[in-house]
Nanobody
């Protein structure tokens, strides 16, 4: 069983929107920095966005700045990735990741994160 569970992926037309969600069914995420990564077959996993435990500090890959927004709901133990103005090149398997980090910072390096989900597929195509 994966510690983190993603949902919300699907097929969307270019220019459309999707919202991904990620939760931890068996533990709390209050002390965790959380991130979204994506991967296309044959390519390295790419950091998309991250958010600190307070929901104040966020970082984004240049390729998604201005189009994607990360947020978290502590009461729902959930992190979200709102994706807008989607492009075919956004097509990938999207992963949620987390690490116990109370520094108030977050980074987009995949080696930082200890807990992962199984991924949810996002396909942008007409």
């Amino acid at each position: 069983q994966w510690p983190l569970v993603e949902s919300g992926g699907g097929l969307v037309q270019p220019g459309g929107s999707l919202r991904l969600s990620c939760t931890a069914p068996s533990f709390g995420l209050a002390h965790f920095a959380l991130a979204w990564f994506r991967q296309v077959p044959g390519k390295e996993r790419e950091g998309v966005s991250c958010i600190d435990l307070y929901g104040i500090t966020t970082n984004y890959a240049d390729s998604v700045k201005g189009r994607f927004t990360i947020s978290r709901d502590r009461a729902k133990n959930t992190v979200y990735l709102q994706m807008s103005s989607l492009k075919p090149e956004d097509t990938a398997l999207y992963y949620c990741a987390g690490v116990d980090n109370q520094s108030g910072q977050c980074v987009l390096g995949s080696t930082t994160y200890e807990y992962w989900g199984q991924g949810t597929q996002v396909t942008v195509s007409s």
